[in-house]
């Protein structure tokens, strides 16, 4: 029983603070599915990477909030409808409901046919900017978990060397502690711009942050 009272416990306290929560609040009255469109949206204003006329490619892009966003971004009113000015292709294994002007494709893109379906609507093009919220399902146990989002952080970077132009920026999501020094290296190794940055959005308890890595280094 002690353990059903701790448990219920923790589950008000974080419903308590998810209700309060001032980016909650400016996500449902702003009409966004999850609060993280502020975490993509600071990032962006801090470093100027998506504008008008661009191709953006959203990894783990359920349930949308980031590709809400990306449309608004892109559209010359900052409407959530109505005109856009660039692509958006997001990707995920859940499904998503439909962003207006988003083309979403649904699948692991580490399966060699959903891969092969990203690029056919890439159909040739080169991202100008690659964004990933992409996180695994989390197990507890530290260093199985470190190796998953280490993995997914992996892909990403391989998705952008391979299908974004060489000016082009990639924003991953990441988690300070076991790994994380091993993933900025890697951004080192592939960029020649790094900045991790953790937005405000992304709340103070969280070891949340993200890798910012611009402009693909020769040979990339």
């Known amino acids: ?21 001032p980016y909650v609040k400016l996500a449902n009255r702003e009409g966004y ?3 993280a469109a502020y975490k993509l949206k600071e990032i962006d204003e801090t470093l100027s990477l998506v504008k008008p006329g661009h191709l953006v490619v959203d990894l783990g892009s359920a349930p949308g909030a980031w590709s809400q966003y990306l449309r608004r971004r892109l559209s010359p009113g900052g409407a959530a409808a109505g005109e856009l000015n660039g692509t958006i292709i997001a990707l995920d294994i859940l499904p998503m409901e439909p962003v207006e002007g988003v083309q979403f494709l649904q ?45 997914l952080v992996e892909l990403a970077i391989e998705f952008t060397v391979s299908h974004m132009k060489p000016e082009g920026a990639l924003v991953a999501k990441v988690f300070h502690g076991a790994g994380y020094a091993e993933l900025v290296k890697q951004f080192k190794e592939t960029f020649r711009t790094v900045k991790p940055l953790k937005p405000k959005a992304s709340r103070d308890k969280s070891s949340e942050t993200f890798l910012i890595g611009i402009g693909l280094k020769p040979g990339k």
């Open 33 to 35: 599915r999850a609060r």
């Open 1 to 21: 029983m002690k353990i059903k009272t701790k448990s219920s416990k923790v589950n008000r306290a974080w419903i308590n603070d998810h209700v309060n929560d």
């Open 107 to 151: 699948g692991d893109f580490r399966e060699p046919e959903v891969l092969a379906q990203l690029e056919t609507l890439l159909a040739g093009r080169k991202a100008d900017v690659v964004v990933s919220d992409m996180a695994p399902n989390l197990s507890g146990i530290a260093s199985a978990d470190t190796a998953r989002i280490a993995h």
